[in-house]
């Protein structure tokens, strides 16, 4: 492994590597592709938790019990795009590096292992840093430590790169009396609250704290209907979640009169991305029955939920910190065969569903990775909804893929 230093460089010995950065705090990180004038094209390509795909460029999630990553396929990468930078940013609102320098490691995505490592020295005021960039240099890819800080936050690094950053609107005058004051439309929010910049001549103040979740959609307005990849926060009113939930998972016949077995899951790991346990029809309750399964459906026939799995999340214990949900078609019939997989996430005390995600598309395969939750640092949790495919037929053989979707 090699200890990178402020701009030392070294050449990529694979063509598809991951940046993960962590330090003492939670970190936002985000990776944004830079064409020859140190731009981006659009928006489009500032990856990060909420734009977590973009054309060679991929943000991984840490769930919060591990660093968000950066992971650029070289071989994917678009022409004319010649650099990938990551950079970080504390999650709290306002907080600045001095006293938690953050550690990016280049990894072979392949199988993990340390390509070399930088941690940027002397750091103070900064509350947002370029890390490390990966960049096309006479035809081969190079990756370079820099450790440049701003102390605008993501805000500046975005401006900066070309990213849109919107500013809020100023106030309508008022007409003359006596015709009521006008109202002043109010100014599209950016993609991250987060790059909210201060008004024109305004002095640089720390943003406000985003909304629970650092901006995250959470359950305030109500049911959140999701989409593949977006994530919700598990948060009302302020307070995390941590009742007992239902998860409902269902599923149609695509064609009439044909009954569909499948099974659904659900996979426990911890920190380390480590098999804990998994709740299944042949294992009804596990982790000391804070998980409960509702048994086996042989059909798929008929109107709610098909198979459910009961989660107290109050009662999940300290090494659980992540939940991946799967369904499998024992029988080996194949996710062709099935219309309108969905699952769902139910208050139990109410009955109220909190969270809904309806699987689009399907392939030829046996196994479907649903939904994850990750427990947070700060003890709320999470839901993604997921949507991929698994050559698997069996709970078993869903807990390395599974992890791998952590």
């Given at each position: ?150 102390a605008n936050g993501l805000a500046g690094i975005a401006t900066d790169f070309g990213v849109t950053v919107e500013e809020p609107a100023a106030p309508a005058a008022a007409p003359p009396m006596p015709a009521a004051p ?46 593949k990849n977006q994530t919700v926060s598990l948060v009302k009113g302020g307070r995390p979640l941590l009742s007992q939930v239902k998860m409902g998972l269902g599923w149609e016949p695509a064609f009439r009169g044909k ?11 911890g920190p380390q991305r480590n098999h804990l346990d998994t709740c299944y029809f042949g294992k009804l309750s596990i982790l000391n029955g804070a998980i409960k399964h509702s048994g086996d459906n042989l059909t798929g ?106």
């Open positions: 492994m090699t200890a990178m230093t402020p701009g030392s460089n070294l050449p990529l010995p694979t063509t598809r590597v991951t940046v993960d950065v962590a330090a003492p705090v939670r970190l936002d990180v985000s990776g944004l592709l830079l064409t020859a004038d140190g731009k981006v094209r659009s928006d489009d390509d500032f990856i990060f938790y909420n734009q977590p795909q973009g054309p060679g460029v991929t943000h991984r999630s840490g769930g919060g019990t591990g660093p968000d990553a950066i992971i650029v396929d070289t071989s994917a990468v678009p022409a004319g795009i010649e650099k990938i930078v990551v950079t970080a940013s504390p999650d709290a609102a306002g907080q600045t590096f001095q006293g938690i320098e953050p550690t990016a490691t280049l990894r072979d995505d392949a199988d993990g292992s340390v390509i070399a490592s930088f941690t940027p020295p002397r750091l103070g005021t900064e509350t947002a840093l370029v890390v490390m960039e990966i960049y096309l240099r006479g035809g081969a890819w190079k990756a370079r430590a820099v450790g440049q800080g701003y006008a109202t002043a439309p109010a100014a599209t929010p950016p993609a991250d609250p987060r790059l909210a910049a201060p008004a024109p001549g305004a002095p640089a103040v720390p943003p406000a704290p985003a909304p629970t979740g650092s901006g995250k959609i959470n359950l305030d307005k109500g049911r959140v209907s999701l989409q009954d569909i077995d499948l099974d659904a899951s659900v996979i426990a790991y026939e008929g109107a709610g939920d098909d198979e459910v799995i009961v989660v107290d999340l109050g009662r999940i214990p300290a090494e659980a910190t992540g939940l991946v949900f799967t369904v499998n078609s024992f029988s080996g019939q194949k996710f062709t065969e099935v219309a309108k997989a969905y699952c769902r996430l139910i208050d139990a005390a109410s009955g109220a569903e909190l969270v809904r995600f309806d699987l689009t598309g399907a392939e030829p395969q046996t196994g479907v990775i649903m939904a994850k939750l990750i427990k947070q640092f700060s003890g709320e949790w999470e839901m993604t909804g997921v949507g991929t495919f698994v050559k698997s037929r069996t709970a078993r053989g869903m807990v390395k893929p599974s992890a791998e979707a952590l």
